[in-house]
């Protein structure tokens, strides 16, 4: 197997994880976040940036490569780290999550999805067979099975039957696959308790190398995701990583390492860096606003990336203002260099045996950076 993990260190008090997952492209200390390289690309960045930011695994979507340029193309030029350049690890999506959200342009079968392009209408199949070959291609060092998604407010028989479904389309996944590279399986089950028990029993009993609960951050509020992460990675072997897909703000994370968890991915740091604002220690700061305007302080005091050593918060918003590229260029790297450095304390903690000091001073600012959650676009 060319992907492996160590277990370090667990907090005796929570059973929050200090890991290292070893992937052909590096190591990758865990808690890790992975920035969103949606089409290949983390959006506004060089990937010489994203890695001074400190990441070294970055996720890429199937379902868009798929599309385009297509996954003939991108093997054609040697897969994700030949086609980007890329130094770090890639894991890729099944594109089952973006297929689902494509509302009105899919049928869902026991086979797969039938779906269309929301480029120019083209109509396409994802099977679990499929969306491996497809993987395959792309080559990222850590690949997804294929799942069925059921969103937030379902009924008990829809969610039973994604639940259902993706654990066939999971043994799908597995016998189809014949690269090394390590397939994640996905738990779902929703926000029933015994349908994830279910499903986290039959993902097990495939023996992959690393799980992912699948289903959460699709519109529920935060407290019903807390009560799925109270139990659902205590469901996963203890020796393999445990990926919490789509999550999430900077809270959420810290709850998410506290519950056991290990990997995470979300487009927030790099969409709101596109919109004028940046996560800092003290909350959210909106470079709109006038406040800023003559403002000659760094953007984050706390903060030493190249964005926070250099510049003021009046010039990015100045910058954001006009319009400009480096704006948002400069916003997107400082809050992935956020990202990293908070799970780099997070690691540190776990390391030092002290997370439960660092968890009460942390939960005690009640420093919140939630607001209106992105919706999931395809
Ligand atoms: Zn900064």
């Known amino acids: 197997m060319a992907v ?36 290949g690309t983390v959006k506004a960045l060089t990937w010489d940036e994203v890695w001074a930011t400190g990441a070294r695994l970055c996720l890429a979507n ?27 690890g890639f ?23 039938e779906f269309q392009s929301h480029h120019d209408g083209s109509y396409h199949t994802l099977t679990p067979e499929r969306s491996i070959r497809v993987q395959e291609q792309l080559g990222a060092d850590i ?34 696959h014949v690269t090394d590279q390590a397939l ?31 289903g959460l951050s699709v519109g529920e509020p935060k407290e019903v995701m807390n009560e799925v992460l109270a139990y659902a990675p205590g469901l996963l072997p203890t020796d393999k990583p445990r990926y919490l897909m789509g999550v999430g ?13 290990d990997l995470f991915d979300c487009v927030l740091p790099t969409r709101l860096g596109r919109t ?22 760094p953007l984050d005091p706390q903060c030493d990336c190249a964005t926070c050593a250099r510049h003021s918060r009046g010039y990015l918003r100045h910058l954001v203002k006009a319009n400009e590229i480096l704006g948002a260029r400069l916003l997107t790297y400082h809050n992935l260099a956020f990202y990293q ?8 903690a776990i390391e030092c045996g002290t997370f439960g000091t660092w968890l009460s001073a942390w939960r005690g600012r009640g420093v919140t950076w939630a607001g209106a959650s992105p919706t999931a676009t395809p």
């Open 249 to 261: 703000w900077p809270e959420d994370i810290v709850e998410a390492v506290a519950a056991g968890c």
């Open 143 to 176: 690949i997804m099975c294929f799942d069925d998604v059921a969103g937030w407010g379902v009924d008990e028989a829809r969610l039973r039957q994604a639940t259902e479904r993706s654990l066939v389309w999971a043994r799908r996944c597995r016998d189809s």
């Open 341 to 348: 450095r908070l799970t780099a304390d997070l690691r540190a």
């Open 184 to 214: 994640f399986g996905i738990v779902q089950g929703g926000f029933d308790e015994g349908l994830r028990r279910t499903s986290a029993a039959g993902m097990v009993e495939l023996d992959l190398p690393g799980y992912a609960l699948g």
């Open 276 to 297: 004028a604002c940046a996560l800092t220690a003290e909350g959210r700061v909106n470079l709109r606003n006038l406040q800023y305007e003559r403002d000659d302080g």
């Open 4 to 39: 492996s993990f160590e277990l370090l260190a667990v907090d005796a008090g929570t059973g929050a994880r200090r890991g290292r997952l070893t992937t052909p492209h590096g190591v990758v200390e865990t808690p890790a976040f992975m920035p969103v390289g949606t089409q």
């Open 62 to 88: 199937t379902y868009h490569l798929f599309l385009r340029p297509g996954a003939d193309v991108v093997e054609a030029l040697g897969g994700l780290h030949g086609f980007t350049s890329w130094p770090g």
């Open 91 to 113: 894991l890729t999506d099944s594109g089952g999550f973006q297929v689902f959200s494509l509302e009105g342009l899919r049928k869902v079968g026991d086979d797969g999805v």
